[in-house]
């Protein structure tokens, strides 16, 4: 079945940075779109950024464009969001998702804060 395990998250300062891993399985990784979504406290799931299979176009959140670089490397089957920049409103938990099939990771707490 498809698998999607977050990793990378943590406490980080503002301006700080950090990088998100999504391990994948189940499912032709190369072959499917991906995403990253948020969810701060008390506040619905949010898109964060979305890579084509290819990775050849990616599309952001007006919020974290300039700041946030998603990736992938479809032979080891894992996507990863770069971000820089980190402010505190960027503290929430971050998910790896495939559109497709609606499938979801456990998610990775990313806490920015001084």
């Known amino acids: 079945q498809v698998r999607l395990v977050e990793s990378g998250g943590g406490l980080v300062q503002p301006g700080g940075s950090l990088r998100l891993s999504c391990a994948a399985s189940?499912?032709?990784?190369?072959?499917?779109?991906m995403s990253w979504f948020r969810q701060a406290p008390g506040k619905e799931r949010e898109l964060v950024a979305t890579i084509t299979n290819t990775g050849g176009i990616t599309q952001y959140a007006e919020s974290v464009k300039g700041r946030f670089t998603v990736s992938r490397d479809n032979a080891k089957k894992t996507l990863s969001l770069q971000m820089n920049s980190l402010k505190a409103e960027d503290t929430a938990v971050y998910y790896c998702?495939?559109?497709?099939?609606?499938?979801w990771g456990q998610g990775t707490q990313v806490t920015v804060s001084s």
């Open positions: 998702n495939v559109p497709t099939f609606n499938a």
């Open positions: 189940g499912f032709t990784f190369s072959s499917y779109r």
